[in-house]
């Protein structure tokens, strides 16, 4: 696997269940991100992790929970969501935090019923 | 406020056209980057281009060329001779030069390239 990788690729959850979304990057990158693009909307950025701790969170819902295990990892836990958060899930990571170029995975595209 | 502005939300051309995709930002800071990412349909947002504050050279990179003017706050993209493949929603975005490293996105403009 190169460069920045997501799973699942497609998900479907009701509002009462629990699910993670997964990122791994191997760019040997020490900062990674979770943004949300909703339809219409520019991209939001959700999390910042800069060598595992959370340096940013961007007054995201408590709905949403991210884990950062290592730098090369990171996770993204989903519960009790709501219809608007129907959304595509993109990851980045980046060499440093500081004003350097992010690298975005895949995305995974999020579908709350 | 840093923000970025892409006002053309769609454009349409024909094949072998040649395309300019507009981005207008606002920054206070002296020290800042500029970025295009290109997202095709796949979702995956794929960088193109990097650039400082301090560096106002145009750049070409094949049928792509990046117009920086800081005394129009622009960083224009030109996609020469278009093809079916250059179809995607182009992002311009803004970085600040200092430990906030966070990107700020313009709306995107989808490209369409007919046949």
Redesign the interface.
């Given at each position: 696997e190169t460069g920045v990788t997501q799973t699942p690729r497609h998900l479907v959850m009701g509002m009462t269940n629990k699910k993670s979304l997964k990122c791994e990057q191997h760019l040997g990158h020490n900062a990674m991100y979770w943004y949300k693009q909703s339809a219409k909307k520019p991209l939001e950025l959700m999390f910042v992790y800069n060598f595992k701790e959370q340096t940013e969170n961007n007054s995201v819902p408590s709905r949403f929970s991210p884990e950062c295990p290592n730098s090369s990892h990171l996770f993204l836990h989903l519960h009790t969501l709501q219809p608007e958060d129907s959304a595509l899930y993109l990851c980045a990571s980046s060499q440093a935090y500081d004003a350097d170029t992010q690298y975005f995975g895949p995305g995974t595209r999020l579908t709350v019923l | 406020a840093q923000k970025v502005t892409q006002a053309q939300t769609e454009i349409s051309v024909v094949e072998k056209e040649d395309v300019t995709l507009d981005c207008v930002y606002e920054t206070r800071d002296t020290?800042y980057?500029l970025?295009w990412?290109k997202q095709p349909p796949?979702?995956?947002?794929?960088?193109l281009i990097?650039r400082n504050s301090f560096d106002e050279q145009n750049e070409i990179s094949g049928r792509y060329s990046w117009n920086f003017q800081k005394s129009t706050s622009s960083f224009n993209f030109t996609i020469t001779a278009s093809q079916v493949v250059d179809s995607a929603v182009y992002?311009c975005a803004l970085?600040?030069?200092?430990?906030?490293?966070?990107?700020y996105?313009?709306?995107?403009t989808q490209l369409t390239v007919w046949p």
């Open positions: - | 020290t980057y970025f990412y796949s979702g995956e947002l794929v960088f990097r992002f970085q600040r030069g200092s430990t906030l490293g966070r990107l996105f313009g709306r995107g």
